[in-house]
């Protein structure tokens, strides 16, 4: 049950409280919102057990609690097992002329070093030793000289036999070093492994120490250490010392020299003894103490430092490593005062721990937390007279546990996120980083932050800083708008846009919209006053430009531009951008509109350019029409430049509605010309089209086509009708005639001819394959020659010219008055042909009658051909008897039965010849033999008939010397199933 002290100490402790002052909220995003934790920040818990009388000294370490009391005895407890405690009678194992003046414990909680005075100037200052499992004390002999009055523990040390090499400081300022360890025995008494008093000199290399000479840091005047501390430098065999007096802080760093695995620490002091007015930082205080505390972060490294004098708190923070060639350790040092104090007589605490951003300051009857960043006191706690006075308060380093020791209770004060209003102090502060560092992440504390920092940037005139932080904020739009125009900031307005545009969702389509159009504006109206100035070519000019590009690129004003093109293409046209239009056309892909205007404007060179820029096929065949119309010569240029990516057929329109004058129709048989000769083009519209004009405009150009194309009417690429029809109407007998023989109307072909010329109807006459049809059309043209001339000679020629006309097939053209004597040579030469024609004749006739009678001879010589079979014969495939079952004998003498052929011929028959085989076997098979003795037609039974045909298939030829032995050449002697057996006969 809680005591009534104890209820008035903790309503004092909650009275005391500091309570913060609420900030006021700066920007607009969060209403009525709590920041502050009303979670005490520090708190305290008595523990609960009474000490047998008054408490003196105490020391906690690892959650191992040790309290000297007045009686002369150590109360030790286990903090975890609060059950499991001792007290030991030290008062027995020391000289009783001494006082008690200083009990250290070692991080692990295992050594125990009790520091003793003597009482009277005779008398000698005592240091004893005790482990954490023994309950004797053991005086450490060598320190008879020396009162100690504080220990620099050994923080690397993990043995609980051995304290590792540790640093003593003396009442008159000397520093020793030794390391303590426990016997092998167990008899947890303390061995001296070593005592070095620290040398005054430098010694030589290889030199010895000299004993009585020591370290003295008060140079011979009486200067008590009150604090050491000692840390190897992170990933390095450096060390750094810290020491204090009461008016003094020092700062050893070097190298420790290694013995058996150990560091010497006395190393590091030897570059000091010539420099003994450095190192060290002075405070004046009339104090006859000061405190060293330490604070280590989560990786048990030193992070930053604290010094308690009579002005202050020394802080620091610890950087041994940036600072190697300075005299300093520590960066940031300031001195932070202690709270006014107007009801105590006391001038500084008697003791303080330190935490990261608090130090717990302890009075007589109180303890007061003060921020170690603003100096403000945020705690305080009151102790009543029934717990008697503070005595101590203390930081348990390895478990980061906070005690307080009254002359009759021990408190443990809890700390609850210390680090809640960090942010706030250094936001105060204008160290915005580390105010966001330790907001962890509050939206409505970073929003406080960001404002503050783009207030502070703002007022400095950094701009464009400013906006991009206040972009971050919920902050008035409108407002922070309107700042940047009163200071004319443009850049600075178009960064905060582009801050807003990017962290808006993008179902904010209003804001967007609204956003992408201003910024456009703000781009537009700054191009435009560079151009107007002349300075569209500056870097000013060209860094805007390219902005503005990246700017339209961003994937969320591309979506935007699809919504609201139409205002922004009217911005542009406003402001007479046609580059930037263009371009965001491109990005759009909205290119009609650009090309349209151009041609409204009647740039048709600017309009055919941004075509040609675009390769945009459909595009061009919508404006192909009106720019063939006002400029077909460059049209022309543009078309033929974009090659194959354009269809001639889809360009047939734009052609068709062009003025007929020889302007355009040149320029459009240019381009036809052009992609019929580099591309090929094989549709018969093209083709059709180009051929009309030809028979219009230029008939040369037309029999050229004709001539190119060729006469197989598979393989032209013109409508052969169309063009003769339209031929015709030009008349174009020529060109007529090659169309009627490339259509086989050769007769109207070779009759055109005649109209136009001789010789090409000679070359018509000898197109066709047909015999009869050439010599028909050459007898049309001797008959209308002759009949025409009556000219000997001309007949004559024609029957050299085409050996299909004789002498007799010409005669009828000639007139009666015409005697016979005129063609006696030619009719001489063609009988004699017909005599050398029946000789032949009756040579073949001689040759098929030999050949008939040695047929005959042949089939007589087969019919006596006859064979032996003997009973020892056997089937060339199943080397079984041959005469026990039908078989078959071939002419090769290789002899099968019936089965067994079958079955071997069956694999190697194709499809259709195995299917009618299997059919016919089925029928052999199902038909009674009354069906099977009906006669058929040629006279033998139906079962005769059925087995000629089995026969036909099964044994047309020998399988082992026909071709079917042939197509089986890739086949293996022996399957693979029987592999095994013939390789068994072969072993």
């Known amino acids: 049950m809680t005591s009534i002290f104890d209820q008035y100490e903790q309503a004092s402790q909650v009275s005391q409280r500091a309570q913060p002052v609420p900030e006021p909220m700066t920007s607009s995003g969060y209403i009525n919102m709590q920041l502050d934790d009303n979670t005490p920040m520090f708190s305290k818990q008595k523990m609960n057990f009474s000490p047998s009388d008054v408490i003196t000294h105490v020391a906690v370490a690892s959650d191992y609690l040790v309290l000297a009391m007045a009686n002369g005895n150590l109360f030790r407890m286990d903090l975890k097992n609060p059950k499991e405690h001792e007290e030991v009678k030290y008062s027995k194992f020391v000289q009783p002329n001494t006082k008690l003046t200083g009990i250290f414990l070692d991080p692990l909680g295992y050594h125990l070093l009790m520091a003793f005075a003597p009482r009277t100037k005779d008398g000698d200052p005592e240091l004893v030793y005790l482990h954490r499992k023994s309950s004797k004390l053991k005086s450490v002999s060598k320190s008879r000289n020396y009162e100690v009055t504080e220990v620099g523990w050994n923080y690397e040390n993990t043995s609980d036999i051995t304290t590792g090499p540790i640093l003593l400081g003396t009442s008159h300022g000397h520093i020793l070093e030794t390391e303590l360890e426990v016997d092998n025995d167990k008899r947890f008494t303390a061995n001296q492994q070593y005592w070095r008093q620290l040398p005054n000199y430098l010694p030589l290399y290889g030199s ?26 992170v990933n390095s065999n450096k060390y750094f010392i810290f020491i204090t007096t009461p008016t003094r802080l020092y700062q050893f760093i070097g190298h420790a020299i290694s013995t058996d695995g150990k560091p010497s620490l006395q190393s590091i002091f030897y570059q000091y003894l010539t420099m003994p007015d450095t190192g060290f930082q002075e405070i004046p205080s009339t104090l006859k103490y000061s405190k060293l505390q330490f604070f280590f972060d989560k990786y048990d490294v030193p992070k930053t430092f604290a010094w308690l004098t009579e002005p202050g708190i020394f802080y620091g923070q610890l950087d041994p490593t940036s600072q190697q060639n300075s005299n300093s350790l520590f960066t940031q040092g300031e001195l932070i005062n202690f709270p006014p104090e107007s009801d105590s007589k006391e001038k500084a605490p008697l003791c303080f721990v330190l935490t990261e951003f608090h130090a717990l300051l302890m009075y007589s009857d109180k303890v007061k937390a003060v921020s170690l960043l603003n100096q403000e006191c945020v705690y305080e706690d009151r102790y009543s007279e029934a717990h008697g006075k503070l005595k101590s ?88 708008c309107l700042k940047f125009l009163e200071v004319e900031q443009v850049n600075a307005l178009k960064t905060y846009l582009s801050r807003r545009l990017e962290a808006l969702k993008d179902d904010d389509n209003t804001l967007i919209s609204m956003i992408v159009i201003w910024m456009t504006e ?13 300075k569209d070519n500056t870097d000013e000019y060209n860094q805007i430009q390219s902005d503005f590009e990246v700017f339209l690129l961003n994937p969320k004003v591309s979506r935007c531009m699809q919504h609201v093109k139409a205002v922004i293409y009217d911005l542009m046209s406003s402001h007479g951008d046609k580059q930037n239009l263009i371009k965001l056309t491109l990005i759009n892909e909205d290119y009609e509109n650009v090309v349209a205007q151009n041609i409204y404007k009647k740039s048709y060179l600017e309009a055919l350019n941004t075509l040609k820029e675009l390769r945009k096929p459909d595009l061009f065949y919508q404006f192909a029409p009106v720019l063939m119309e006002e400029d077909p010569k460059h049209t022309v240029n543009a078309l033929i430049s974009q090659g ?28 036809l010309e052009f992609m019929l000769q580099n591309f090929n083009v094989k549709d018969k519209a093209i083709h059709n089209y180009l051929l009309t004009l030809y028979s219009e405009y230029d008939q040369a150009a037309l029999m050229r086509y ?35 023989a490339l259509l086989g109307l050769w007769e109207s072909a070779v009759e055109l001819a005649l109209e136009v010329n001789l010789n090409l109807a000679k070359s018509i006459a000898n197109l066709p394959e047909e015999v009869e049809m050439q010599r028909k059309m050459w007898l049309n043209i001797a008959e209308h020659v002759i009949t025409k001339n009556q000219d000997l000679k001309e ?42 024609q029946i000789e032949e004749l009756k040579a073949e006739m001689e040759e098929a009658t030999r050949s008939a009678e040695y047929v005959r001879s042949e089939i007589q010589s087969f019919r006596g051909r006859s064979a032996l079979v003997s009973a020892t014969d056997v089937c060339s495939l199943c080397d079984i008897a041959l005469l026990l079952r039908p078989f078959y004998l071939f002419p090769c003498s290789h002899k099968f039965h019936s089965d067994c052929l079958l079955h071997e011929i069956q694999p190697i028959l194709g499809q259709a010849r195995r299917k009618k085989l299997q059919d016919l076997q089925r029928k052999l098979s199902v038909m009674s033999n009354i069906e099977l003795q009906t006669r058929t037609s040629s006279g033998l039974p139906l079962r005769e008939l059925i087995k000629n045909e089995i026969d036909d298939i099964v044994a047309s030829e020998c399988v082992f010397c026909g071709e079917y032995m042939i197509a089986c050449i890739d086949k293996p002697f022996i399957s693979d199933e029987d592999w095994d057996r013939v390789m068994k006969e072969w072993e």
């Open 393 to 480: 308060v203390i930081k348990d380093l390895k478990r980061r546990t906070i005690w307080a020791v009254t002359d009759k209770s021990v408190f443990r004060y809890k700390v609850v996120r210390e680090e809640r209003n960090v942010w706030r102090i250094y936001a105060n502060k204008e160290q915005f980083h580390l105010a966001k560092e330790y907001c962890q992440q509050n939206p409505a504390h970073l929003d406080i932050i960001n404002v503050k920092e783009a207030e502070l940037l703002f007022s400095k005139g950094d701009y464009e800083a400013s906006a991009k932080i206040y972009a971050e904020t919920l902050s008035s739009f409108e407002t922070i």
């Open 208 to 233: 010895k120490e000299i004993d009585g000479l020591i370290f003295d840091i008060g140079q011979g005047a009486d200067m008590p250490i009150t604090g050491i501390q000692f840390h190897r430098v």
């Open 795 to 836: 007949a004559m020629s024609f029957l050299e010219e085409c050996p299909l006309i004789k002498i007799e097939d010409i005669l009828p053209f000639f007139s009666d008055v015409v005697t016979i004597d005129h063609f006696r040579e030619p009719i001489c030469q063609s009988l004699q042909e017909y005599n050398m």
């Open 644 to 671: 194959q990516k354009l269809s001639p057929s889809k360009l047939l329109p734009a052609f068709l509605s062009c003025e007929n004058d020889e302007a355009h129709v040149s320029e459009i048989i240019r381009y």
């Open 522 to 534: 703000l781009y537009l109206s700054q191009l435009g006053v560079l151009r107007r100035t002349g």
């Open 706 to 740: 004709l001539e190119r194309q060729g006469q197989d009417i598979v393989l032209v690429n013109y409508d052969v009708h169309y063009a003769l029809r339209l031929c015709r109407e030009k008349n174009l007998s020529e060109a007529c005639v090659k169309l009627s």
